[in-house]
């Protein structure tokens, strides 16, 4: 069974800093990875994902995550942080059981950006 | 864009109704996914379809029944509604193909069972 972990309930930041929100996943077959981003009563917006060839996937919004097969992880990343990044941040996987088709999330992970 | 609709921002229903939640996808997607969503355990699948008429079971599929009638439409349907599953309920679509899988999401019904 594959599964994503999320060791951060919330992250801290202030604008203009660097941001990393943590996700280590588990899965048999090398794994489709991905980030989404939830705004306050919305649904989940796709940021970016990894599925094969450089380590270093950019995506929307300026957020970039590094593949890491030996440490089984994908960090998403951001140069300088902006209060506008506040949000709830899921990081997910694909089973290679099912076709690639179905995700399994994270927990999640809140993301605060103080002024 | 993509888009995914459903039917109802928000729902209250009684212990023991039959509730219905739609989901509309206008791309053309092959799949179609519900997931419920409880804070502190992000988001769990509850059943998937990945064409007409098929349908496969997710992580926690019992007392949710799906229904797929037509490409673009995707029903859950909560057969006796229980306290239990008041909870957010999100729809996703995605396509079938090279460099794909990304889910498009809809914006979520939250429902409330008294």
């Known amino acids: 069974a594959q599964s994503v972990a999320q060791p951060e309930d919330q992250v801290n930041v202030a604008e203009g800093n660097p941001l990393t929100v943590k996700c280590t996943y588990s899965?048999?077959?090398?794994?489709?990875l991905f980030w989404y981003v939830q705004y306050p009563n919305r649904g989940l917006q796709f940021l970016l994902k990894y599925i094969t060839g450089d380590n270093l996937v950019k995506g929307s919004y300026g957020f970039e995550a590094e593949f890491n097969k030996s440490q089984t992880s994908f960090h998403l990343k951001k140069p300088s942080a902006l209060v506008s990044d506040s949000a709830l941040y899921f990081c997910a996987v694909s089973s290679p059981y099912t076709g690639r088709r179905a995700l399994t999330f994270g927990s999640g992970t809140r993301l605060q950006v103080q002024p | 864009d993509v888009k995914v609709t459903q039917s109802s921002r928000y729902l209250v229903k009684r212990t023991g109704e039959k509730v219905f939640l739609e989901c509309v996808q206008d791309m053309d997607h092959e799949n179609m996914f519900w997931y419920r969503q409880d804070p502190g355990l992000g988001l769990r699948l509850i059943y998937f379809?990945?064409?007409?008429?098929?349908?496969e079971k997710g992580d926690i599929p019992e007392g949710y029944s799906v229904s797929r009638e037509k490409k673009e439409r995707f029903s859950l349907i909560l057969e006796s509604a229980s306290t239990n599953q008041t909870s957010m309920y999100l729809c996703?679509?995605?396509?079938?193909?090279?460099?794909?899988?990304?889910?498009?999401f809809g914006p979520g019904t939250r429902l409330t069972v008294t």
């Open positions: 899965v048999s077959g090398n794994p489709y």
């Open positions: 379809s990945y064409d007409v008429k098929m349908k």
């Open positions: 996703a679509s995605s396509a079938t193909g090279q460099g794909a899988y990304e889910q498009y």
